[in-house]
């Protein structure tokens, strides 16, 4: 008699299944559909970079630098009408080869994401983050992709056009708008303003000689200035009239799952996962923490090693040492392949970056020529009170899992598996939860495999990342289908994540405006479920194969990762 799954268990296992069916699409064709597959797929991808430029110059696409997308509502119509035409295209395609098959589902989750933000969530016309994105000003000083005067020909061109872009901005924003918005949107104006102000043009100061297009820069960059001060204003005029109606609400919400990222599921199902994977993580927590001290609450056992910290001055050569080591562990212990020699420089953040305590940068697939990566941990603000200071800097156990998250074999190893792969398609569109759940995956993953050794202060450092991420996904579910306030959830992230009063605040404001936070866990546990079943089909097969067999997809939606490795004969 078979053992009774868990209801997690058991929910995994219908989405798995559900991704194994054929995606639900139109089958409506129309007459301007270009015959070959080839032609219709690079016709939409030139549409959907023309609706976000910036993310096209991230891939390394610089013959769209310096441009601006146009909001306006003729223009906003024009694209929501050829989006749909290119879901109906695409749906309607036939005689498709396995790769094409799996490049047209990526595709139509990228023309349905698009079109469920511009109608659906109607974000250019109800949130002020919407326009934020295509402020790309760092693209342009971070990496020499190309001669200083052609980068600063970018920023000139942004700059000269900045100012009517912020103003369409602000004709199509219905008021009120809700107020976390509206926060968060001012306090990224402000940083752009200093951005703009000082950093980039310090940058630019520092090539040390004159450019052909040198007496244009300053003009330019105040021109970026004042635009940016006069929409700061208006967000500040805003502010005392911001509601509460941030919710997106069960439909939609769902509808956004789908569409953005392929995943068809119920809000009941997807509480469950969420539910579950807290209270496994909980128990965890509270195990670990009685090992150390059983005689003492869990919250000051994590407290108290949340308090051993290596000085400031020595957190680049530890986050140096422990990239180094987790590299050797992947490679000796055959947990994926590494497809090239490329490794991250460790690097102090740049001050116009630090409002993260760590991140990756890395160039585009598409870039000409070879170009650094780069881990960046942000040193403390020296102007901090000591106390502050010291609180800022990660204990060595909660760096490391950060460490594995964006490096070895996080988002770094995902980024190389992305950049050989044959397909332009796969190297172009990153799904979400597929993206954030395979960084999140390997944190347990390594833990378990024994990279980080098997302490309970090791195990403690896994669970409080994965604590915060088991609260986003819950939070998510309230704040957006359950009625749940800031307020309520800030006090959820101190009490479940052993998150601080200020950064609990910050999180929940997060996810009023990006509910699709919850896809760090499930991400997770749908790579964790797929695993198993994967192994399970493939008898023989090692845990290396199946990170191998993910990582081929690229960053492809989770649903059409699954269908593909699952309808595969058995290795």
């Avoid at 974000?123 to 001669?147: F, M, Q």
């Avoid at 051993?308 to 957190?315: N, T």
Wanted: charged content about 20%; aromatic content about 6%; glycine content about 6%.
């Amino acid at each position: 008699m078979l053992r009774a799954m868990s209801r997690l268990a058991a929910v995994l296992l219908v989405l798995v299944l559900a991704a194994c069916s054929s995606p639900r699409t139109s089958t409506h064709t129309s007459h301007d559909a270009p015959l070959r597959f080839e032609d219709l797929a690079t016709r939409v991808t030139t549409h959907l970079y023309g609706l976000d430029p910036a993310e096209a110059v991230g891939n390394g696409l610089h013959e769209y630098d310096g441009m601006l997308p146009d909001r306006s509502p003729a223009m906003l119509a024009n694209v929501t009408a050829q989006l749909q035409k290119d879901r109906d295209n695409l749906s309607a395609a036939t005689g498709l080869t396995p790769l094409q098959t799996i490049e047209r589902d990526v595709l139509l989750q990228e023309v349905r994401g698009a079109l469920f933000r511009l109608v659906d969530a109607d974000a250019y016309r109800t949130n002020p983050l919407a326009y934020s994105g295509a402020i790309n000003l760092d693209a342009y000083i971070l990496r020499d992709y190309a001669p200083a005067v052609e980068r600063a020909g970018a920023i000139i061109k942004l700059c000269r056009g900045l100012g009517a872009y912020l103003a369409t901005a602000r004709q199509n924003l219905r008021l009120p708008m809700p107020r976390p918005w509206i926060d968060t949107a001012l306090l990224q104006t402000r940083g752009y303003i200093e951005f703009a102000d000082k950093d980039v043009r310090g940058e630019l100061a520092r090539i040390g000689i004159p450019l052909a297009n040198q007496a244009e820069i300053d003009p330019a960059l105040d021109a970026c200035k004042a635009a940016l001060v006069e929409h700061a204003a208006w967000l500040e005029q805003q502010q005392p009239h911001g509601t509460t109606a941030y919710a997106l609400g069960e439909a939609r919400f769902m509808k956004m799952l789908a569409d953005t990222q392929s995943i068809d599921t119920t809000l009941a199902a997807l509480t469950t996962i969420a539910e579950e994977d807290l209270a496994r993580n909980s128990a965890a927590m509270i195990e670990a923490a009685r090992a150390i001290d059983p005689k003492r609450p869990t919250a000051a056992v994590v407290a108290e090693l949340s308090e051993i910290k290596p000085p400031a001055s020595e957190i680049l050569a530890l986050a140096t040492q422990q990239a180094t080591t987790m590299r050797a562990f992947v490679i000796a212990n055959k947990i994926a392949t590494i497809p090239s020699e490329n490794v991250a420089e460790v690097r102090e953040t740049p001050a116009f970056q630090r409002w993260n305590a760590a991140s990756l940068s890395s160039p585009g697939p598409f870039e000409k020529k070879a170009l650094p990566s780069f881990y960046y941990i942000s040193p403390p603000d020296p102007k901090w009170p000591p106390a502050e200071q010291r609180a800022y800097i990660m204990p060595p156990d909660d760096l490391l899992m950060v460490t594995i998250h964006e490096l070895w074999p996080g988002h770094f190893l995902h980024g190389l598996h992305i950049r050989k792969n044959p397909s332009k398609i796969l190297q172009s569109f990153c799904t979400y939860t597929t993206s954030e759940g395979w960084a999140h995956y390997t944190e347990e993953m390594m833990l378990d495999a024994g990279a980080v050794g098997r302490t309970p202060q090791a195990r403690i450092g896994m669970l409080k990342e994965a604590l915060l991420r088991n609260v986003r996904f819950v939070v998510a579910l309230g704040e957006h289908a359950h009625g749940m306030t800031v307020e309520q959830a800030t006090k959820l992230f101190q009490d479940k994540a052993f998150v601080d009063p200020g950064n609990a605040r910050q999180q929940a404001v997060r996810g009023t405006f990006d509910p699709m936070f919850l896809s760090y866990t499930l991400g997770k546990v749908m790579i964790q479920k797929l695993r198993d079943t994967w192994l399970a089909q493939n008898p023989g097969a090692k845990l290396g194969d199946f990170h191998d067999a993910l990582l081929s997809y690229g960053c492809a939606p989770l649903p059409v990762i699954s269908r593909a490795m699952l309808a595969a004969a058995p290795r």
